[in-house]
Structures are given as C-alpha cells and as structure tokens.
C-alpha cells in the first residue's frame, strides 16, 4: 500500500491547514500522525473502517479526520492551529486496528513520505 500525502505548508498562528492522504488501495485503518525535531512520534488521529475516531488529547476539538466515500482518501482538517503543532506529519494505515492501537506508531505498517506543517508568526 502506497500512501502519499500533501496540504502542508507555513501558516500563521489561529490559521488552518487541510492534509491529505491518498491509499493507492482501500485499507481498513488510517491515521495521522507526526513527528517535531528531538521528539518522538506522535498520534494525532485516526479512523477505522467502522467510522470509529481516535484523537489525541492536544488536538481534540481542533482537528477532525474524516475519509472520502471510497475511503481510499484521508483527510486531517486542523483548525486554531498552534506553533507546538508544527511538525512533519505522517500518514499510517494498517489492514487491522482497534481503539487501543489507532493512537501508537506500533499499530500501523504502511507509512506516508510525510508532509510539514510549520505554525509561526
């Protein structure tokens, strides 16, 4: 499974930024997340085929995910964005997830080439 996002970019703080992600097939579970310099990966979101979302605690009622009708397209719309935000952010997938395993790098094998998004003033 090939994954290939896109939508980051500089944007000053309070702005919004859309994020794609386009599966070259259709795969059960994907999610976002991303990576500051020193830091370690984090979650940010994620989705199963059921519908069921995953967000992490810094992002909850700012950022939504959501998928296209044939869900082999993910989106990440984040809104009031924050320059702690900023980071390479990458999209997952896996055939198989559970609540427990949509938020760890861990639970996901197909991995995006990654996109920045840059918070500043």
């Known amino acids: 499974v090939q994954l290939v996002e896109s939508g980051g970019g500089s944007v000053q703080p309070g702005g919004s930024l859309r994020l794609s992600c386009t599966a070259s097939?259709?795969?059960?579970?994907m999610g976002w997340f991303r990576q500051a310099p020193g830091k370690e990966r984090e979650g940010v979101a994620a989705?199963?085929?059921?519908?069921?979302?995953t967000y992490s605690d810094s992002v909850k009622g700012r950022f939504t995910i959501s998928q296209d009708n044939g869900k082999k397209t993910l989106y990440l719309q984040m809104s009031s964005l924050k320059p702690e935000d900023s980071a390479m952010y990458y999209c997952?997938?896996?055939?198989?997830?559970?609540?427990?395993?949509?938020?760890?790098?861990?639970?996901?094998?197909?991995w995006g080439q990654g996109t920045q998004v840059t918070v500043s003033s």
């Open positions: 989705i199963d085929r059921h519908g069921r979302t």
């Open positions: 997952a997938a896996n055939y198989a997830c559970t609540i427990a395993t949509m938020s760890r790098p861990e639970g996901f094998t197909y």
């Open positions: 097939r259709y795969i059960d579970c």
